[in-house]
């Protein structure tokens, strides 16, 4: 089965396999720091608590060893801040994964979301039959689609976003587009709290 590797350095940004144990109180820590920064892009922000933290982690180690998806914490000057995804969406078509990520408020504007999409693009290359890597979000979200845009994304359209009522821009980028490099980035990019993902649909 094919599987990312668990760690990706990237210079001062690493990102890198959640442990269950060793990373769960400093995973709740984060986020319920950066409840206010995230809350109007992920509904899930006001029922996160210690034990939502735990299922949450659980489920992530249960879904890389069964290669659903791979959830990769951010880690930056050694401390986690925030979390990136590269999955399958349930019921979509076999050629195609999609990224997510969300970051505390602290680390944006550093161009780390941009740096941690990167890298899942090009891992998700490597997957056998991947022919397309999207990215979606809350349309108001506009700071997550330049994260996209600067990565060579371009706009496929609108879908319903799960859960919600509402609806999420898809951004598309096909392997006929390249690979993009791993940590490429722009001087002084902003970054914020982006693709959906599990994040998205809740934890």
């Given at each position: 089965m094919e599987m990312p590797?668990?760690?990706?350095?990237?210079?001062?940004?690493?990102l890198r396999r959640f442990d269950p144990e060793g990373d769960r109180a400093e995973l709740f820590e984060v986020i319920d720091a950066a409840r206010g920064h995230l809350r109007p892009w992920m509904s899930w922000v006001d029922e996160h608590n210690p034990d939502r933290t735990a299922e949450f982690l659980a489920?992530?180690?249960?879904a890389w060893e069964a290669g659903?998806?791979?959830?990769?914490?951010?880690?930056?000057?050694?401390?986690?801040?925030g979390a990136c995804q590269l999955f399958r969406r349930e019921g979509g078509p076999g050629g195609v994964m999609e990224i997510g990520?969300?970051?505390?408020?602290?680390?944006?504007?550093?161009?780390?979301?941009?740096?941690?999409?990167?890298?899942?693009?090009?891992?998700?290359?490597?997957?056998?039959?991947?022919?397309?890597?999207?990215?979606?979000?809350?349309?108001?979200?506009?700071?997550?689609?330049?994260?996209a845009a600067r990565l060579g994304f371009t706009v496929g359209g609108h879908?319903?976003?799960a859960g919600t009522g509402g609806e999420e821009l898809v951004w598309r980028l096909g392997r006929q587009a390249g690979v993009v490099q791993e940590g490429a980035v722009g001087e002084g990019a902003a970054d914020e709290s982006g693709g959906r993902g599990e994040w998205g649909r809740g934890e």
């Open positions: 590797p668990r760690v990706i350095e990237l210079d001062d940004l690493t489920r992530r180690q249960e659903r998806d791979f959830t990769f914490a951010v880690v930056l000057g050694g401390a986690i801040v990520y969300w970051l505390h408020p602290a680390a944006t504007g550093r161009g780390v979301a941009t740096r941690a999409a990167g890298a899942l693009v090009a891992e998700a290359f490597r997957f056998p039959g991947v022919e397309r890597v999207e990215i979606a979000h809350d349309p108001a979200n506009h700071a997550s689609g330049a994260v879908r319903p976003a």
